[in-house]
């Protein structure tokens, strides 16, 4: 630790000990103060001394003694009359310098600073001893400061920035070392810059672990921003009584300067080597960004107007830190937001957006600084730049599916801390950031980098230590500030802020286009249906209110051949012939086609369908079509599949009749059934060896009307794989065709797996 260490004290007794007692520890209630002043906890309105502490006997003679009296009763006219504005001070937040006042003391005086602040219902009072040859005044230091004010125009870095406040802040206090210490995103501190003797050694560069600073010692630095510690040996003086007289409860001495600090604390100091320290604190956006941290190796007490300059320096420091980041990050989110626009017309301009991001990877790759990106989508992925092993990204895809993050958004420059088995992936996905496209299927884009291994210096061994003591274990400062190296492998370049808010941001937009795609489908969608819907009503009335006029046509042209056959001419009856012929056609095609209207509005009852003995059945029924022609059939065992008996009965109807039609020009005639069962669901087909089919038209195949034979050779409507089709589809399932002109077909089918 470069700072004033671990501000808490944790209580070691019994037979174990938690290592993280430290980070419980009430500091801001410590019940003492440091020596060099006195401290008074005072009732607002009536101005009633209600706890008080006195390190000094010039103030007062004992801190019970002046307990329950008022603050006129106990403070000499002279001194009351420069605090007695301490109530209408204090109702401002923070610390209020009141002044500079005078106690008799041994037929001389001592000067004290009186300053006062809130601490929730009560008033506290502090009068801190002066040091001999201080500055009367903040104005006697502003040269400095305003030195400090005028170099910083020449300044345009973060580092400049540190190395000037450490220099000027030694310069003003004359410590032995001034340094500036920045806390990373897991509360670890490095030494940024330093300035400093030969008094003590130097730890520039060196890392101290986020233990050295616990939580609420963190939070004490935020609300308080200045904390001295003039000697390491100090003892340190009661608050009396310890409990306030009312609430019950120890005073909040967070804004305290005279506030006392773990034993614990002032022996790590000591194991420093150094027995004076002083903290600045550095804020960002209200946020705890680092110390300036000032150590001496004698015991050393900085006047309070110096403190003052110092946290003005500090308070100085932080703005420009935080205009610089933020000029950095400004700087960072417009080049990101570049290529985001980019990427974006990119998308627009594919049919298929994603292809927008997969076409331009250099751009996908810059927006995060990443060495290789994935692209997952609709089941397949697409790897750009230095990326792992398809195998190995479908195992981080499936896990990050499992994970399951609400914000949708997951990073890591540590995957193989996260992910079972992710160190073999160390070369290419150390560090991961992944975005979720859809918040239905496993979509994805992720950004990979390889593995970075660095060493780090850290200030001595970071691990807290334990030692046996007569009463039990006791956590104890380490007592080494030697450099500890370590090497830090399995992980990456961490991310950036603004290369997460890059990714968040492309994240929205692909979002945003997949609803708006998703609304526009699902419009269509609906018209689609309406229109759908329309048509089958249609077909159906048209199919249906034709049945009777072709029976008419089919019947009266029977009877004109036979009443009147015998006054035609040989001509006249193959008018007739050719009338009946063409009508019983129509009427064929019209009952397929109500078949098929009614096939898309009919309901479905699913059940466990033994297929086995429903091929048997239509084979049976289509005896009469085979007549005296001779076919080889080939069964294979067919796995039961579950859906609406009628419709797969009609499939197979359809598939084995036209097996049947399209072999009978074959003097050895083979039909194959079989089946391919699956996981689930089960894949049949029917084979055979007949005239076939061009493969290149096989996407007409199982349209309404289309036929790739003409009617001469073969009869037909041309609706029956459309039904097949329907009929599948229906189930859940797929239907598809092989074939080869003069060497055969084999329709294949997808359906629910079922139960004997």
């Not at 190796?297 to 946290?311: E, F, I, K, L």
């Not at 230590?465 to 009463?471: F, G, I, L």
């Not at 349209?703 to 409507?717: D, N, S």
Request: some cysteine; overall charge negative; hydrophobic content about 40%.
């Amino acid at each position: 630790m470069t700072q004033t260490a671990l501000d808490s004290a944790p209580s070691g007794n019994g037979g174990s000990l938690d290592l993280t007692t430290c980070d419980r520890e009430p500091i801001h209630i410590p019940g003492n103060i440091q020596p060099y002043g006195a401290l008074l906890v005072l009732e607002p309105g009536t101005l009633r001394i209600l706890q008080a502490a006195n390190g000094t006997d010039a103030i007062l003679r004992s801190a019970g003694s002046v307990v329950g009296a008022t603050l006129a009763d106990v403070l000499p006219p002279s001194v009351f009359a420069a605090v007695e504005q301490v109530e209408a001070a204090t109702l401002a937040p923070g610390v209020t310098h009141l002044g500079t006042v005078r106690f008799a003391h041994d037929g001389g005086w001592r000067s004290y600073h009186a300053i006062a602040h809130r601490s929730a219902e009560r008033i506290i009072l502090e009068f801190e001893e002066t040091v001999a040859d201080e500055p009367g005044s903040f104005e006697d230091l502003y040269p400095h400061v305003r030195e400090f004010l005028d170099s910083l125009q020449a300044v345009s870095s973060v580092q400049q920035l540190a190395d000037m406040a450490a220099r000027e802040v030694r310069r003003i206090t004359g410590l032995d070392r001034a340094l500036v210490y920045r806390f990373d995103e897991d509360w670890n501190g490095t030494v940024i810059a330093e300035d400093r003797n030969e008094a003590l050694p130097s730890y520039l560069d060196l890392r101290f672990p986020a233990s050295d600073i616990p939580a609420q010692a963190r939070e004490l630095y935020r609300l308080n921003r200045l904390r001295l510690i003039a000697d390491a040996n100090y003892v340190p003086v009661a608050i009396e009584p310890a409990l306030d007289p009312s609430s019950r409860a120890p005073v909040n001495l967070s804004l305290s300067v005279l506030r006392s600090v773990s034993p614990v604390h002032l022996q790590y100091m000591r194991n420093m080597g150094t027995h004076a320290s002083m903290s600045i604190s550095l804020l960002r956006d209200g946020r705890l960004w680092g110390l300036i941290s000032c150590h001496n190796a004698a015991p050393h007490r900085v006047p309070y107007h110096v403190r003052t300059a110092c946290d003005f320096i500090g308070q100085i420091l932080s703005l420009q830190l935080a205009a610089k980041e933020h000029a950095s990050i400004a700087e960072q989110r417009h080049a990101r937001r570049t290529i985001s626009a980019r990427l974006l017309g990119h998308m627009a301009a594919e049919d298929h957006f994603l292809d927008g991001l997969i076409k331009h990877g250099e751009d996908l790759l810059a927006l995060t600084n990443a060495a290789g990106a994935a692209v997952v989508f609709g089941g397949t992925s697409a790897l750009i730049g230095d990326t792992p092993e398809p195998a190995a990204v479908d195992r981080i895809i499936s896990w990050l599916a499992e994970q399951r993050h609400d914000d949708d958004v997951f990073t890591t420059d540590n995957l193989a801390a996260a992910m079972p088995g992710a160190e073999a992936l160390k070369d290419h996905a150390s560090g991961l950031l992944a975005i979720a496209i859809s918040q239905v299927h496993d979509s994805y884009v992720i950004w990979f980098r390889p593995e970075v291994i660095r060493t780090v210096s850290w200030g001595g061994d970071p691990r807290k230590r334990a030692e046996v003591e007569p009463d039990g274990l006791k956590l104890h400062p380490r007592t080494s500030f030697e450099v500890w190296k370590e090497t830090v492998s399995l992980r990456s370049a961490p991310w950036h802020e603004t290369e997460v808010e890059a990714a968040t941001e492309l994240r929205t937009a692909i979002v945003d286009i997949v609803l708006r795609r998703a609304e526009e489908m699902a419009g269509l969608s609906e018209r689609l249906v309406a229109i759908n819907k329309e048509l089958e009503a249609f077909s159906y009335s048209v199919s249906h209110d034709l049945r009777a006029p072709f029976r008419h046509i089919v019947g009266y042209s029977q009877l004109l051949k036979n009443n009147e056959g015998p006054t035609l001419t040989e001509r006249g009856h193959r008018y007739v012939d050719t009338i009946i012929e063409s009508a019983i056609s129509a009427g064929t095609l019209v009952d397929n086609l109500l078949s098929y209207s009614q096939m898309g509005r009919a309901s479905m009852l699913p059940v466990s369908v033994d297929m086995n003995a429903l091929t048997a059945e239509v084979i049976r029924k289509l005896d009469m079509e085979i007549g005296a022609r001779t076919i080889e059939w080939k069964l294979g065992e067919l796995a039961p599949a579950r859906g609406d008996l009628t419709m797969i009965r009609l499939v197979l109807q359809n598939l084995i009749s036209n097996a049947i039609k399209f072999t009978r020009d074959r003097n050895a005639a083979v039909i194959e059934i079989g089946c391919e069962p699956g996981q689930g669901e089960n894949s049949y087909f029917v084979r055979d060896n007949g005239v076939g089919f061009d493969g290149a038209y096989v996407s007409k195949l199982f349209g309404v009307f289309q036929r790739l034979h003409r009617v001469e050779e073969f009869e037909g409507t041309g609706i029956g794989l459309a039904n097949v089709r329907r009929i599948v589809e229906r189930h859940g399932g797929r239907v598809w065709a092989e074939g080869q002109v003069d060497v055969g077909a084999t329709i294949s089918f997808v359906l629910p797996s079922g139960t004997e």
